[in-house]
């Protein structure tokens, strides 16, 4: 299968980017792993669930539809339920870029695309710091609470506390709380002050978020600001959570301690970008986001980026880029230097939402001693259930001194999601920086259809590599 | 690894020992390898003296840290897919043996009794008991915390600094100067630069190695397992033993594949060429494999000199200065028995090993 260009992720980035390509004659296929199209903010009601007004829970339905209808009268070919495993360099011989995908139920239906320019739109995963009882049933993530609202239409739970970090936390309060959830708290450990400052600017920056504030006001959802849950409590599934305050300097204030009854807590620190299949191509990485140019373009030749995989700001930010990087994609397939005031409105609220959300960024952080309460037996990394206690001696004792040392001294972020959710935390407790790993599988592989990668004959001989390899015991 | 070993044996010999690291423990090439401690892939040879004598190092330690490093004496299964691969197979047997290797040849019929999920219609096999492994991360930082070595992470040498007549007399770091009679060079693949800094050369170069990792399973593949298809060349060929991938189960449950070898300078960049290439390797000898995971790889970039030798032991051309580098393929199985040559001779004793092939200047001969 053949296209001019490969777009990896359906989201607003995604979509906004290949209805902008394929309107000016771009042959486009959006390749996601999802059943429908949305990504995170558009996440869709599966169609089985027959929900009635669906419209409810989402706040911009009316671009949403636009989308999806443009994606229904476009030749964009959706693939749904591709998994993107690694995106190829072109080998010498052959132009154009391999998208490796697996299909089917169990992920192990291999599927390729080839294309002559990628577009990486694979959004962000959300980050999760551990705390005393943050694995007990009933725990879930801020996305977690969000996608069970938008996908699958349960109500999480009767009693729930929202906790964390950050300006996911309001359109996750208040979606609970339509939902006929009481909400017993807002807890964010941002100080009162940062959070009054930010939020008019929220309001005069994002339309919508004056409409969270109202709507949070109107649930009477308490906002606790500068507070943290210090513990989940419960014994097979969550009871209570108590939370704290925290001083100015970000440890917790003794004495403040509350007990809050319920049985949803909903917990997130901020997001993290998806850069694996962007590091296994070889682009330059800007700290934790990939590194992009004024016209959405990496470093590497082909590859454009666009939405969360470079840099955390919301859906209108994601639609922003996907619609600059579609555009300059057209041009540049054709041989040709796009025009920039062509896309001068989009390139505002780009600049606009990037100005912003450093601003957010600068305000909404984890508090600063948050390890202080992460007690030596707390799991951080719950694929290899390596506990805190472990950690601080791979540090303390063993001479670890980055993630990969304390990953191999003790298996946290070895499992399943390769440290994708324990990585923060473990960089948190070792007391170093976040560093992204080099994850060149952005899924894990059957080793069958790895070894025929990219062989449509089947065969496993070394034709197309660059250099002679050998093979050895050590 | 090495420096890790050296720092052990020094310090039971009773000197005073300063490991010194720019990165934290195992940051280097030992982080990114596979620990693998073999004989069953070496010809007769100094080298293979040296693995015989790092095995036995390496079982003594494990009675005190062999849990914590994940040792594990499980063997080494090497197969021919033919007749002519197995008689190439059986001639290097009998030479292994007569230099003090223990292997036992496996008929067809028998391969399946040791490794019960390898294919089908594979010609035959030896069997070699002495063939371990460990976890080199695990494996370097506990042996330094027992050795009771001073443990210097994040500083990086920038000097070895030397008296008026040329001896060593300690190292400059970032973070201040280190004064001892003695410098070891463990610095593996950057030897070369290291030895630089006290002014001689020593051609130590990179060669990548990726090795893939599967999905935790229960214990499938008991021994390490590779084939040994190009044994043809043996007698005529004295280059190193060239084998499609091992395959081994870990204590911790993956599988680990590795390892491809290329000389690409420094380049870590992701290859699916090589990782695909290893994929196929595997499942060719376990067919089971197919359908399991890899979850990750990664690449690492092993030192290695021209004639495939470390170099071990004092430096003629500077008092003070002794290398312990360029293992190449075999840092982690050799690191024992280097550790313990070199402490010999930091302790004025005469090294239970001829160190003559491993002259860390002898290059600099044929070059002149
Ligand atoms: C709980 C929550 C609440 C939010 N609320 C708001 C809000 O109120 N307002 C707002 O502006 N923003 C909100 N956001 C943020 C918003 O969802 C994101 O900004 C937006 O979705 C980013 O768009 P994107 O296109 O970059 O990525 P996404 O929407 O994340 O889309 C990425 C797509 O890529 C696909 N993908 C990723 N990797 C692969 C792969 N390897 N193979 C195949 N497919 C892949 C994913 O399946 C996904 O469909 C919220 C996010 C969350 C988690
Ligand atoms: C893919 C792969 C698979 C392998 N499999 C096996 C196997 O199965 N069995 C086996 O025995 N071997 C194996 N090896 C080889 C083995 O990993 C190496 O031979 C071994 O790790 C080398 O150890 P070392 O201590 O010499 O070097 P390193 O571990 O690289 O240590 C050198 C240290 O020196 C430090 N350093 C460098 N310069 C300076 C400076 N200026 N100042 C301060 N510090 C400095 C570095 O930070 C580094 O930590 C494999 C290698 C690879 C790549």
């Known amino acids: 299968m053949s296209t001019d260009l490969a777009v990896i992720g359906a989201g607003p980035a995604g979509l906004a980017a290949s209805l902008a390509a394929s309107a000016r004659g771009v042959r486009v296929t959006l390749i996601d792993a999802g059943e429908q199209a949305g990504g995170q903010f558009y996440r869709q009601p599966a169609a089985g669930l027959g929900a009635r007004r669906p419209q409810e829970l989402h706040h911009q339905w009316r671009t949403w539809e636009r989308l999806r209808d443009g994606l229904a009268a476009s030749s964009v070919r959706h693939l749904t339920d591709h998994h993107v495993w690694c995106v190829e360099q072109p080998q010498a011989r052959q132009a154009g870029f391999t998208v490796h995908a697996l299909r089917g139920p169990l992920q192990e239906e291999p599927a390729t695309v080839r294309a002559d320019a990628v577009l990486l739109a694979t959004g962000g995963y959300e980050k999760v710091l551990p705390f005393p009882g943050w694995t007990l049933p009933g725990v879930v993530t801020a996305g977690g609470a969000q996608a069970m609202l938008k996908g699958g239409l349960v109500v999480a739970g009767r009693t729930a506390v929202v906790a964390g970090t950050g300006p996911l936390l309001l359109p996750v309060a208040t979606g609970l709380a339509a939902a006929g959830v009481e909400v017993a708290a807002l807890v964010e450990s941002a100080g009162p002050r940062g959070f009054v400052r930010h939020l008019p600017a929220l309001a005069a920056k994002l339309p919508e978020a004056a409409g969270y504030a109202a709507r949070l006001l109107r649930n009477r959802v308490p906002v606790m600001a500068g507070h943290t849950v210090v513990e989940a409590h419960g014994d097979d599934h969550l009871e209570a959570a108590t939370v704290a305050a925290l001083d100015p300097g970000g440890r917790v204030r003794p004495g403040t301690h509350r007990r809050i009854p319920c049985d949803t807590l909903a917990v997130g620190h901020g997001m993290l970008p998806h850069t694996d299949l962007a590091e296994a191509l070889g682009c330059r990485l800007d700290g934790v986001n990939v590194h992009v140019d004024d016209e959405q373009r990496t470093d590497v030749p082909g590859v454009w980026a666009a939405g969360e995989s470079t840099g955390i700001g919301g859906a209108a930010l994601a639609l922003a880029e996907g619609h600059i990087a579609g555009r300059s994609i057209a041009a540049r397939l054709r041989g040709t230097a796009p025009d920039p005031r062509a896309w001068a409105a989009a390139d505002r609220s780009r600049t606009r939402l990037r100005d912003f959300f450093a601003a957010v960024d600068s305000v909404c952080a984890p508090p600063t001693h948050w390890t202080e309460q992460v007690t030596d037996d707390t799991v951080v990394c719950r694929c290899e259930e390596v506990r805190a206690g472990a950690v601080r001696e791979a540090v303390d004792e063993l001479g670890a001194g980055d993630l990969r040392t304390v990953k191999l001294l003790t298996r946290a972020g070895m499992g399943w999601c390769q440290g994708r959710v324990c990585g923060p935390a473990v960089a948190g407790l070792a007391g170093c920086d976040p560093t992204p790993a080099r994850r060149p599988f952005a899924r894990p592989v059957p080793l069958g259809v790895l070894a025929r990668a990219g062989h449509p004959t089947g065969t496993d001989h070394l034709t197309e590599a660059d250099h002679p390899t050998e093979e050895g015991p050590s | ?368």
């Open chain 2, 1 to 368: 690894m090495a420096g890790a070993a050296c720092a052990l044996y020094a310090a039971r010999a009773g000197l005073d020992v300063t490991v010194v690291d720019r990165g934290p423990v195992a940051g280097g090439t030992t982080g990114a390898g596979e620990g693998n401690l073999l004989v069953s892939d070496k010809e007769p040879g100094p080298e293979l003296e040296l693995a015989l004598l790092s095995n036995r190092l390496w079982a003594d330690l494990a009675e005190d840290v062999g849990e914590a490093i994940e040792y594990e004496a499980k063997g080494g299964v090497v197969v021919a897919s033919s007749e002519h691969g197995l008689a190439a197979l059986t001639d290097l047997v009998a030479a292994q043996r007569a230099a003090g290797v223990v292997a036992e040849q496996v008929p067809a019929d028998r391969l399946h009794d040791l490794e019960p999920h390898l294919a089908p219609g594979l010609a035959g096999g030896v069997h070699y008991p002495q063939d371990s492994q460990v976890m080199p991360t695990l494996a370097a930082a506990h042996i330094l915390r027992a050795s009771g070595a001073r443990l210097l992470t994040g500083r990086t040498v920038t000097e070895v600094l030397r008296t008026a007549d040329g001896a060593v007399r300690g190292v400059r770091t970032g973070h201040g100067d280190i004064h001892a009679p003695a410098v070891v060079n463990a610095a593996g693949t950057w030897g070369g630069e290291v030895a630089a800094l006290a002014g001689v050369s020593l051609p130590v170069l990179p060669r990548r190695g990726f090795v893939l990792v599967t999905e935790p399973l229960p214990r499938r593949v008991r021994h390490k397992v590779y084939a040994a298809d190009y044994v043809a060349d043996v007698a005529s060929d004295s280059a190193a033993l060239q084998t499609s991938p091992v395959v081994e189960g870990t204590a911790a449950g993956p599988v680990l594949i590795g390892a491809s070898r290329e000389r690409v300078g420094f380049d870590r960049s992701f290859s699916l060429p090589v990782v695909r290439a290893l994929a196929a390797g595997a499942v060719r000898l376990f067919p089971f494999l197919e359908e399991v995971r890899a979850m990750r790889t990664y690449a690492g970039f092993r030192p290695y000199m021209p004639d495939h030798l470390p170099a071990i032991g004092p430096d003629p051309r500077v008092p003070g200065l002794l290398h312990a580098c360029g293992h190449e393929g075999a840092g982690i199985g050799l690191a024992t028995g280097t550790g313990r040559l070199i402490a010999q001779v930091l302790g004025g004793k005469a090294p239970e090993l001829d160190l003559a092939p491993f002259r860390p200047d002898r290059f600099e001969e044929e070059a002149a």
